[in-house]
Nanobody, 124 residues
Framework: VQLQASGGGLVQAGGSLRLSCVAS????????GSWYRQAPGKRRELVAV???????EYEDSVKGRFTISRDNAKRTVYLQMDSLKPEDTGVYYC???????????????????WGKGTLVTVSS
């Protein structure tokens, strides 16, 4: 299983970007996904998370501006980022819980995978 994150780039404050994270390989689906970011000189922090059948959750500073979504058929998790601020600058990483096997009783088995980061730079 491999994850490919994309969509980062340079944008002015107030602009928007849409990040994508696609799982490929032996994948039956994506149960959950999350986005983290790491600003220069800072620790990696959780930005948003979505789970199958559960609520989405956001870090306080991005609430109302970022939207995480999941397309299981496309094995993809997105992060729509609007009203970007310079403090949103950083490397964004995705982590997906990938379903790799379905048991005879319908139980799903999988594990978490990390994608390589995609750089987001917001200029003031």
């Amino acid at each position: 299983v491999q994850l490919q994150a994309s969509g980062g780039g340079l944008v002015q404050a107030g602009g928007s970007l849409r990040l994508s994270c696609v799982a490929s390989g032996s994948v039956f689906g994506v149960n959950a996904g999350s986005w983290y970011r790491q600003a220069p000189g800072k620790r990696r922090e959780l930005v948003a998370v979505t789970t199958s059948g559960g609520p989405t959750e956001y870090e306080d500073s991005v609430k109302g501006r970022f939207t995480i979504s999941r397309d299981n058929a496309k094995r993809t998790v997105y992060l729509q980022m609007d009203s970007l601020k310079p403090e949103d600058t950083g490397v964004y990483y995705c982590m997906l819980h990938v379903v790799e096997r379905i048991g005879d009783d319908g139980s799903k088995y999988g594990m978490d995978y990390w994608g390589k980061g995609t750089l987001v730079t917001v200029s003031s």
